[in-house]
């Protein structure tokens, strides 16, 4: 029994599996639902956001489903999200 | 338009998989703030559920499986999952396994976004000793996996397509076994789903929308306990030296039941 408790104090942090799990973690937490679509908060999605001209636009939510949303509105959503989720990720890396 | 979630649970001779329901209950209910329904063969009054629902009768397919943290052969009872579609009372469910931890809200937004169906397509164990192609890919056909310990599913034609075809795949499960190269023994509700979706998006192997994100799995190796609210420890094994993970406010599939009834002893 003690040596198990030995080990057991002994284990070490595995920081190179905790990068990849909080990578996972985050991208996880980049999803919510909008418009009847559910999206994903990213460069890209904010990139396609900003080049289209109109209030209204058509694109594709993370399903493949084409959805129209209000272009500003889901742009002012995923920005907060994905800054928010960014800096969560960033503190919990740096926290360990 | 209603919303909830729904575990099944079936006791074995290893494994009180009710008491594992009646702790996640509380874990959704927190997270998600939505009703849950338990179906079981063990019906009776239990307070963390909205509804309780009797289980169909087990299939032939109750088989029996050996997993890392329990000594003896288990009696593994995952039959009948397709009667869900019809038992569930709401119009958008959340279909989890018992031993899927809710830790999050990350599956609230899946639900308010109301799929006909979706799941996860892949799975990641957070110790990465399991080979990524060992988890998310099954049969020597090396077909793509899609797992049913996390279904959302809204009461639609398409849904009930898919729970209609499990059915068929469960019933006539060594001819698909057959068919698509993998043991028939023990049953597996991933294989069925898998071999489902993918029928029914037309053999296009890249046409079936799941959730976004991946299951983060602990596997039977690694040994888990709860060390705070949301909070997990993972210790496991790596290169001959003893490793350690802090999993917090993330969902995680624990495959090791004894380590998570050990939790809820604790808690």
Redesign the interface.
Known sequence: MSEKLI??A?????Y???K??LK??Y???????SA???W?ASPELLTTLLVCPDDEAVIL?????PIKVNVKELYAETQQRWQEQMNAWLV?LNSK | MSVGAVVIAKNTNGIDYVKLARWNAKNISRHLNVPVTLITDEPDDYPEFDNVLAAPSDSEHRSRRQFADVPDLVVWRNSGRHAVYSLSPYDTTLLLDVDYVVA?D?LK???????NL?CYRYA?D???LLPHNEMNFFGSLNMPMYWATVICFTKSQYAESVFRMMEMIEVNYEMYATLYKFSHRPYRNDYALSIALNTLNGHFLSAV?S????I?TVTHTSLVEQVGEDCYKV?YD?KN???????????IHVMGKTYLEDIIDRS
């Open positions: 080990s057991l002994k284990a070490r942090f595995d190179e599996s905790n990849k799990v996972e973690k991208e996880a937490k980049m999803t919510f639902a009847g679509g559910l994903k939510d993370t399903y493949g489903t919990e | 999050s990350v937004q899946v639900l308010e976004s109301r799929p979706s990641y957070v110790a990465g929308g959730i976004p994100g991946k983060a210790q790596k030296k003893r490793h350690e993970l802090i999993l917090r406010d993330m969902d």
